[in-house]
């Protein structure tokens, strides 16, 4: 078959390239048309799996030539149901940040090459058929959203970006010291992730408790989940319009990726599945209950996250096909709405030179398409029928309640305490006619149809769930 993630990958090596050699007035056309084809790549490869023409039922395998051969370390990328999703996610997020996140028109030409940076370390990641290649795109990706909220954030952007790189740093000493665990611990010395879970069980148990252990708290922290989430808000807050959209939308989906493949290598996880579901559900109540307590629309919306992924994680947690669906599912409305609600809150900031909403008053006044929006993306992240994120939630609700009995439903509550909060924003803040602030600029048209995109993909998963859901008519754990 035509090997279409090697195109995508090659294609934004050469768009970050040319990016970089081009002066600011060319660099963001040109990386807003290379992230527009590589979207395209990414839903004629959801094509190509659906119409089965890789022949292989449960995934697409593309292998290339070894990169380090001494150490079995290869160029090789597979794509299953679960990765699919997440690249089809990335690219969609990507496009729409690159065309309409950069709302104040500032540094072009440094947040474009960040952000197709960004992209690549994303596809290759959610792609990657080798643990050591998974590692190299994981700290890219971080390298890349670091540079992009210490050179492009606010005020205290520098602080924010060395609490987030800090906390990253662990996460990837936690995630290389498993991943030479498992390479000194399988016959052939591995890297290759179909052979590791293939062979998992030649593994002595204890050591794979502690693999686990290993991964399960390195993609906790980027997940991020309760007790290791206190760099996100801070992030979120200082953060530049892409930074937010793409550090939520898409770099929180590494560790969930992540995470479903430490499950999937290591059966061992199913030991430990009662413990991290009460984690998970506690740490969904907490931010739930913290966000209530914040005034920066922002944080706001960056603490819906911690409530989403902590779901996401129950979902794995269930520690079935149909709770990794779920949670696939789950991460991939995610990525839509959440980047969608940063779109709309950075617009608001531009706007009115102001994100709080004890201060800021009437947006549908002054934007109705900002406004409405924005209450879609409500609808979204809080799972109303017809968005993705029912879809999500349903699944892994059913999961849940499966493994963990009536308990498992527990944690949609959470949910329901989150969107109780975001709908009193909505009244007091966005569609109040009482009182109206007066706007400093206006929204563009180029957010108007970064607006338009994210509501169809989230409205086309939400009312055609089978076109996501047939990848994984072949998938299972």
Not at 119 to 145: K, P, Q, R, T, Y
Not at 301 to 314: N, P
Not at 371 to 382: C, E
Not at 415 to 429: D, E, T
Request: charged fraction near 10%; aromatic fraction near 14%.
């Amino acid at each position: 078959m035509i090997p279409i993630i090697g195109i995508m990958l090659l294609l934004l090596s050469i768009g970050l390239a040319v990016t970089i050699v081009f002066n600011e007035k060319y660099s963001k056309v040109i990386s807003t048309v290379v992230s527009l084809i590589v979207m395209e790549l990414a839903i004629l490869l959801l094509y190509v799996f659906l119409a089965g023409a890789a022949g292989s039922p449960g995934s697409i395998s593309e292998n290339y030539m070894y990169y380090i051969s001494n150490f079995g370390i290869s160029l090789n990328f597979v794509v299953n149901p679960v990765s699919l999703a997440l690249i089809l996610m990335a690219s969609v997020v990507s496009f729409v940040t690159m065309l309409s996140g950069n709302v104040e028109n500032e540094n072009l030409k440094v947040s474009s090459i960040l952000v197709l940076l960004f992209e690549l370390a994303a596809i290759g990641l959610f792609a990657s058929g080798n643990l050591f290649i998974f590692f190299i795109f994981w700290d890219v990706g971080v390298v890349a959203l670091f540079f992009m909220i210490y050179l492009l954030g606010s005020a205290n952007r520098r602080m924010a970006a060395i609490k987030f790189i800090m906390y990253e740093l662990l996460a990837s000493l936690l995630l290389l010291f498993a991943i030479m665990l498992i390479y000194f611990n399988t016959p052939l010395h591995s890297f290759d992730i179909s052979y590791i879970t293939a062979n998992y069980s030649s593994i002595p148990v204890g050591t794979q408790a502690l693999i686990f252990s290993l991964f399960f708290f390195a993609f906790l922290i980027n997940m991020p989940v309760f007790p290791v989430h206190l760099w996100l808000p801070d992030a979120h807050t200082e953060a530049s319009t892409q930074g937010s959209m793409l550090l939520s939308g898409v770099l929180t989906k590494f560790g969930g990726y992540g995470m479903i493949l430490a499950f999937i290598m290591l059966p061992i996880a199913n030991e430990f599945t009662p413990v991290i579901a009460i984690l998970a559900g506690f740490s969904a109540f907490y931010a739930a209950f913290v966000l209530m307590t914040q005034h920066d629309i922002k944080r706001i919306i960056a603490y819906t996250t911690i409530v989403e992924m902590s779901i996401v994680l129950v979902g794995i947690s269930a520690f079935s096909t149909l709770g990794i669906m779920g949670a696939t599912y789950a991460m991939l409305a995610h990525g839509f709405a959440i980047s969608m609600l940063f779109l709309v809150s950075g617009t608001i900031g531009y706007m009115f030179s102001d994100r709080d909403i004890r201060s800021v008053k009437g947006v549908v006044r002054n934007s109705i398409s900002t406004a409405y929006t924005f209450l879609t993306g409500v609808f979204a992240t809080t799972g109303v029928p017809l968005t993705a994120a029912f879809v999500g939630d349903v699944l892994i609700f059913i999961a849940a309640i499966q493994k963990f009995s009536l308990y498992g439903a527990i944690p949609l509550f959470s949910i329901m305490l989150m969107g109780a909060f975001l709908y009193y924003v909505v009244n007091k803040s966005i569609l109040s006619t009482k009182d109206a602030s007066k706007p400093v600029e206006y929204v563009g048209t180029s957010q108007r149809v970064g607006f338009s995109i994210l509501l169809f993909f989230i409205f086309l998963f939400g009312v055609l769930p089978f076109i996501a859901l047939s990848i994984f008519s072949n998938f299972s754990i």
